[in-house]
């Protein structure tokens, strides 16, 4: 059945891809098919989540250091509800802030988390109906080095977040991280009554990894074992490591690494995981390979063998058979389409840009679509059988750097 909607950071099906049956242009600009624009008080590395003719965005406003739960019309583009939900920092470096994170919505409600551990949830219509905040007693802050991210997702009734952070308390350019005085400090998966907000689980996820490696900014995505069905599994990656958990009470099933034997300590990762035809798919960080794991028995498939087939920031994508990576950092970058099973590489295909791409790529009506830092978009055919640059063309104006935000394809538009 086809899927309309863009429910979560990766989309309706956690990989990437929309729902089948849509119809995408493969050419448009600034002048070209642009349905409506419209301007947010201030920055956001979020993917638009869509329901219907809801868009759900959020903003950091740097001037009067506000954060941001936005809600527009996805016909006109015009506001239906705006919400300011905290007032004080937000960010602590350059690189990003805490608007980063993407919403999540079943239609009904909508939830919304900041990297200051904000998390709220409220009604499609803009009523709040509850929210907490996920930072520990005692600290201002995640114990982690950067501006915190990761995005909340849904399963069955429950919303599950992961706060994957450093072991104990530390500072950072003049800021204490962590909870101060603390000999130990857990990373974690927690689930929450959608509904009402009490906690349905809670359970420790520790890493192997050492100081900045304990720290992710990946999300936890779902998956089952087959394409055709299987067990549904919560995959997480961080801490150098990828493991697999039931959603419906966080217990870890299998345990996969490390990709850090070394135990090198400034390590984040970034990318989340990726799964389909029963592998799961792991980006190691800082040009290193990817990793592909047998979700049903937790060991190793394969790793890649070519420098071009790695990626440091962008998520994967999974599609009919097929994963598509994007390397971001590698010279004129490069996108390369693999077998899930065997790890062979397709086909290899050059972007082609100078500028850095930090957005992940989407994929729907056989187009991949990405933009890079400057605001470039791209679109590349999913074709397993050659790669081919579709079109490419500036919507950035320069004033703004780093534009970090996934597209999100829902009915029949490009957000």
Known sequence: MAEPNWSTQRGPHSNGTAGEGMKLPAKFSPTENVVWKAELPGSSAATPIVWGDHVFVTAADHEKKELHAICLDANTGKPRWSKMVSKGKVHLDDRSDFASPSPVTDGKRVAFFFGNGDLIVYSVDGKEEWRKNLIEKGANYFAFQWTFSTSPILSGD???????????PFDYGGVSRGPEGAKKISSYLVAFDFATGKQSWKVDRPGDAVAESLEAFTSPVLSRTADDGGDLQLLVAGGDVLTGHDPTNGKELWRWGTWNPKKIGHWRLVPSPVAGSGVALACAPKKSPVYAVDMKTGKLLWKSKDPEVSSDVCTPLYHNGHFYVLNGEYKDKRISCIEPKTGKVLWTGTIGTRAKIEASPTLGDGKIYFQDHNGKVFVVAADPKKFSLLHQV???????????CSLALANNRVF
């Open 158 to 168: 429950n919303l599950i977040m992961q706060i994957l952070q450093r072991d104990v």
């Open 394 to 404: 500036e919507f950035g104006d320069r004033t703004v750097r780093d534009q970090r």
